[in-house]
């Protein structure tokens, strides 16, 4: 039996397994592809043109317009390849922490000092 | 006959490569993480290890969703880091040993581990920034590499038992290797930490000091979680406890903890750092 045969949700996390990937194939190919600055040249030049090439859905299209970090992740986008999406955008990973939580940057990296009392 | 003579755990995070770049490393922030590395630089030069074999983790450089390995080596004459997309510097080419590469890959296939060999492999922050931790101003050209890759990106992912197994095999690959090599062993990532969904920003010190504690003599006692356990305790990050396992496994000798620091956050983990030898 596989870990994943265990569908009790994990509070505030999406597993990304065989359902998540295949959701999200094309929108995560389009993220990978930002590896490159060509690429990064050409969708900042036109994001949705861009996302079309990869055929994303239009719920994914949006999700990018809107920077809605979960919005992504619940269509199977991957943090490791929404980072390159989102670091393109000048967001490191509390920014996007932050984003993801509702709270202020400050608020999140609060949270994290937090973490070590 | 080569020969492993310790282990260290380190994180890799992007983070630490953006500090080091900034040369902010003395700064409130980054100090209690950086003066962790001292005591292991100390080691390194008095040890003079001519191997590194490095356990991490392909975060979207080399491997796309396309084709994802569970396991994958490499056995390239050079390893090269290329552009991430968001900024984080490259580093000099790394050297590695192809004649040690394929000996380790010939013995774990041998060994029932059906490995990915790679004759090319591009480098991430998961490599390159414990490079840059261990030799500083990437002093690291008298230093052969051989990259080992865990999926940690998507499930299904190995478990800890697994990884752990996987380095005992390359531990004793290694020490039936016929040259007077002296290896050291990274295990890298981690420790607790999410960075997607809701739950972003998780840390379990506690966990992660249980953890440290049980590496150096009971790394047992760490196989009997799944990788959903960690994803439930350590956050979806956490799972890179494995390759800190994986180097483990590769220590089959009397294991001695001869340094450690934990440090919270730096970015949005906990970092661990630590230094086994191994006789
Ligand atoms: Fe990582």
Redesign the pocket.
């Known amino acids: 039996m596989s870990y994943l045969d265990d569908k009790t949700p994990i509070p505030g996390t999406i597993m990304f397994d065989g359902t998540m990937s295949r959701k999200g194939y094309g929108l995560n190919k389009m993220c990978y592809s930002l590896n490159d600055q060509a690429a990064r040249d050409e969708f900042a030049s036109d994001e949705m043109a861009y996302c079309e090439k990869y055929g994303l859905t239009s719920g994914q299209k949006t999700a990018i317009k809107d920077r809605d970090i979960i919005g992504l992740l619940e269509q199977g986008g991957s943090i490791y390849f929404l980072a390159k999406f989102a670091g393109g955008l000048g967001l490191n990973m509390q920014d996007i922490g932050a984003l993801q939580t509702g709270l202020s940057l400050e608020e999140f990296k609060e949270k994290l000092v937090r973490a070590g009392d | 006959m080569a020969k492993i003579i310790g282990g260290i755990g380190s994180s890799?995070?992007p983070a630490i490569g953006m500090a080091i770049a900034r040369k902010i490393q003395k700064t409130p922030y980054w100090k209690s993480f950086f003066d962790g590395f001292p005591p292991i630089h100390e080691w390194l030069a008095s040890e003079q290890p001519d191997i590194a074999i490095v356990f991490?983790?392909d975060?979207g450089l080399e491997f796309f969703l396309d084709k994802k390995p569970t396991f994958a080596i490499g056995a390239a004459a050079e390893y090269i880091s290329y552009d991430e997309g968001w900024g984080i510097d490259t580093i000099p080419p790394v050297i590695g040993d192809e004649d040690l590469s394929w000996h380790i890959c010939n013995e774990l296939v041998e060994d029932e581990f059906d490995i990915t060999i790679c004759q090319e492999l591009g480098i991430d922050?998961?490599l390159t920034v414990p490079m840059q931790l261990m030799w500083p101003g990437n002093t690291y050209g008298h230093m052969k590499v051989i990259p080992v890759v865990i999926n940690?990106e998507q499930h299904p992912m190995p478990s800890p038992k697994r990884c752990f197994d996987l380095g005992r095999s390359i531990g004793k690959a290694v020490e039936s290797y016929q040259k007077d090599l002296k290896v050291v062993v990274l295990g890298?990532?981690?420790l607790s930490h999410q960075l997607d969904g809701q739950r972003a920003g998780l840390i379990n010190k506690e966990f992660d000091l249980m953890c440290m504690d049980k590496l150096v003599n009971q790394p047992q006692a760490l196989l009997e979680y799944s990788i959903r356990d960690l994803t439930e305790i350590a956050g979806a990050?956490g799972v890179?406890l494995n390759m800190w396992l994986a180097m483990r496994g590769t220590l089959t000798g009397q294991v001695t903890e001869l340094h450690r620091n934990y440090h919270i956050p730096i970015s949005n983990t906990g970092a661990g750092t630590m230094l086994l030898s191994n006789v």
């Open positions: 890799h995070i991490y983790n975060h922050h998961g940690c890298t990532g981690g990050q890179e």
